[in-house]
């Protein structure tokens, strides 16, 4: 449980971030043309409804804590892009780990698998030449979807809710600003 948690923290937590909270910044920065009297402001709201976190304290608009993100001003969308590629990753696992070497998904070894490599080939080699949802749903017979990520942490999400049973908490418990 140890290692999936250490993974889930690593990658399904940086999602409601990456795709959430950054994207959403990003939209109101740029397609909204967000005021610079209420960066702040509009970042921590985005916070706390896709990360449900507020600051420790009272940040003003004299701060921009948006701005530590250097993503967001020299390479925007960058973030949405790791989300995504999160979201592939584990897609393309467990096509490998079920359909190529039929193994178990937390233990699949890629070592040496030429069915692997001409399967990753198969998706990388026509770069942007092709539509990469086609690519995928070609190779995989699936859409892009967040399933296989669900299915890999399943044994962890049975685990949590037991250890979590009884306890409760929504957006509404935290603190306002």
């Known amino acids: 449980m140890q290692a999936l948690l250490k993974e889930a923290l690593d990658k399904v937590v940086f999602i409601p971030f990456a795709a959430g909270t950054i994207s959403g910044f990003e ?13 702040n402001k509009k970042w921590w709201e985005i916070i706390r409804t896709y990360q449900g976190i507020v600051p420790p304290t009272i940040r003003g608009e004299q701060y921009c804590d948006a701005c530590t993100k250097t993503h967001i001003n020299d390479d925007p969308a960058s973030y949405y892009d790791y989300a995504l590629s999160f979201v592939l990753l584990f897609q393309l696992h467990d096509h490998i780990s079920r359909n190529i070497l039929k193994q178990d998904q937390h233990n699949t070894d890629y070592y040496g698998s030429k069915q692997v490599g001409e399967f990753l080939r ?19 017979g699936e859409d892009l979807s967040a399933k296989a990520m669900l299915r890999y942490f399943e044994p962890l999400m049975a685990y949590l809710k037991k250890v979590n049973a009884g306890r409760k908490y929504t957006l509404e418990d935290l603190p306002a600003e």
């Open 122 to 140: 198969k998706i990388m080699a026509p770069g942007a030449s092709r539509d990469w949802r086609v690519v995928l749903r070609e190779t995989t």
């Open 27 to 39: 939209y109101a920065l740029y397609e909204k043309n967000l005021h610079k009297d209420e960066f």
